[in-house]
């Protein structure tokens, strides 16, 4: 199954992620917190149009269950997801309200959400949406039973919890997309079923990008303002 390649294909790129500044901050409990706000202000962002395009796809398929499924995965980034952002909040003593006002769409970002936004505004096709999608619950997923494979964290440790919430709870998630992109392919040309590779790929190399835009605390250069 393509999906079973494409994890083959980027565990590497998430090992990367994982070795990298953001997660081992997380995983030794010692980040900037600047670092971690950053991070807060764009995903809340970012969260907010992830569900934004899964609204846009739900008219682009005949399927009820898929539907259902997009409607559900809607009130899980706008209220449930909200459960991983208070962990962080909470890690840097300050008010999640206060910090992801003045969200902004930093560089890596834009870039990552539009590459998603192309897909969904170009493509009739869902998959092709998806598998630009699906990289972001995949990673988080891979990322968390990493960190909890990997360490013993203390009862006290004060992002224990985000990784748990993600080593645990993104599976449903994570199975109906690559489940949407399986069954797309028993249709599709290999030229098709490449393009679907390629949105795969670069997502998940934009979700190194965006951990390591909070790391940075990447700003755009030589502009005051949010473009």
């Not at 003045?102 to 834009?110: H, Q």
């Not at 028993?186 to 390591?212: C, G, P, Q």
Request: proline residues 3%.
């Amino acid at each position: 199954m393509l999906s079973e390649i494409l994890k083959k294909e980027t565990e590497p790129m998430i090992e990367a992620i994982y070795t990298d500044a953001f997660i081992q901050g997380l995983v030794h409990g010692d980040i900037d917190d600047d670092a971690v706000m950053h991070y807060l202000r764009a995903d809340a962002l970012y969260l907010e149009e992830f569900a934004k395009l899964y609204a846009m796809l739900m008219s682009k398929t005949d399927s009820k269950e898929t539907v259902r499924f997009m409607m559900g995965q809607m009130t899980f980034l706008l209220d449930g997801e909200s459960e991983a952002h208070a962990v962080l909040a909470r890690a840097v003593n300050r008010p999640y309200e206060d910090i992801i006002e003045n969200g902004e769409w930093y560089p890596s970002a834009d870039h990552y959400i539009k590459h998603m936004y192309f897909n969904a505004c170009t493509r009739e096709d869902i998959a092709y949406a998806i598998s630009a999608m699906a990289p972001c619950p995949y990673v988080y997923r891979r990322l968390g039973q990493m960190a909890m494979e990997r360490n013993t964290f203390a009862a006290d440790h004060p992002y224990r919890k985000w990784f748990e919430f993600y080593a645990n709870d993104m599976n449903d998630t994570v199975d109906v997309m690559f489940s949407i992109i399986d069954d797309a392919v028993m249709h599709m040309a290999e030229k098709e079923v490449d393009v679907l590779k390629k949105n795969y790929v670069e997502s998940t190399e934009h979700e190194r990008r965006f951990f390591n835009m909070a790391a940075t605390k990447e700003r755009w250069d030589g502009v005051g303002i949010n473009v």
